[in-house]
């Protein structure tokens, strides 16, 4: 009899803050041994040469399932996750209906635990027009709340049921009731009033270009709201997540919070590490996402914000939509919604930022494993190379190059993935291992819809 299940070799494997050279050995799933000596398993991965990672965690992800499988499903949605090193994603609750209650919640992991192949943790939705389900909700194996504060975008009420708090008021008093739940609530923090008037404006000004949604939100749209959602939790002590930051003083109001006891997490996305505003002027409606895009100052500003430890998780914000929906706005930039793909390309970005030397690769597995999982609670378990963790991994070549294609991508909504189409990265997966299973080898799936666990908290 084989001791292991699986055993992987490799000269750079990522463990306590440095690549080692090691053996590991999987049994049932779990890490079972971490060796210099060879190990015996019934199969063997020679990964020499190889970086060897935690699998990652994607903590902000939108499947749109069920109501949207034109945009996503839960096959779809972690398939890609998969081909981007992603062993575990973080749903967030934009679906038909939210999921606001422990019945919604319940219906969403039926319906996902038939599909994903890789492993998958859920946000509850907290609204003023459902307070009464926030309590049993936070009971529901959810890891954490989201609310947005703006009034459900025109045409997509459905979506946003349980899940708006567009009133100061009403937002101090749902503030309040998920304190008592002690479960955190991440925010998409802009000001609805200042975006719905600027947006009227400019559209009476006939300023409906690309360029001009930047415009319709400014920083101070995000940095008015943020400021109150971390003065509203100072008062309260609710802990919170501001997602999706793509303005240094936002990041800057977070560290004064942070000083004060406030618990609050800093969430930011690639998308505000890697491009700028201009890249409307090329891609149009496709690089349309909320917060927008900002100037190039502000963008090597929020680096600064990575590399001294400010910023605490970096999310995709996958936001997928097709095609069809984003051309809606070819003539009017407000028209059409905001958000592009992201599963796949988190991971060959920062990796590439480590390789310019950007960031060090520790940070990078901070941001994208680790943090995460300590977070939303599932570490040790997740987000760690370590005996008794999970057996997920990403397994790379860190020295070969390789160009992003939306075209090998998994996502239902690879024509919309123009953003990176093109560019340049290292870091492509080239297996990733869920459980000790490799469910992703070289471009191709390799296990069946459902593989993936649903993780309760």
Known sequence: MHKFDLAIKSDKVFIDGRLIDCWIGVKNGIIAAISKDKLDAEKFVDAKGKMVLPGTIDPHVHIRAPGHDERETFESGTKDAASGGVTTVIEMPISTPPPHSPELVQRRMNIASREVVVDIAFFGAAGTDCMEDIIPCAKSGIVAFKTFLHEAPPGRKEEFVGLTAPNTGDQYELMKKVAETGVMIGFHTENNDMVIKNIARLRSEGKTSPLYHGRSRPPVVEIETAAKILLFAEKIGTKVEICHISTPEVVELVNRAKSKGVEVIAETCPH?????????????????????????????????????????????????????????????????????????????????????????????????????AKIFGLYPKKGTIAVGSDADFVIFDPDKKDLISKDKMFTKCRDSALVYDGWEVYGKPEKTIVRGNVVFDNGKITVSPGYGEIIKK
């Open 272 to 372: 505000y590490l890697f491009l700028n505003e201009n890249v409307l002027e090329k891609v149009g409606v496709f690089a349309k996402c909320n917060p927008p895009l900002r100037s190039e100052e502000e963008r090597l500003k929020m680096w600064e914000f990575v590399r001294d430890g400010s910023i605490d998780i970096i999310g995709s914000d996958h936001a997928p939509y097709t095609k069809e929906e984003k051309e809606r706005g070819s003539e009017d930039i407000f028209t059409p919604p905001a958000g592009f793909p992201g599963l796949s390309t988190r991971l060959p970005l920062l990796f590439t930022a480590v390789k310019e030397g950007k960031i060090r690769l520790e940070k990078m597995v901070e941001l994208i494993c680790e943090n995460p």
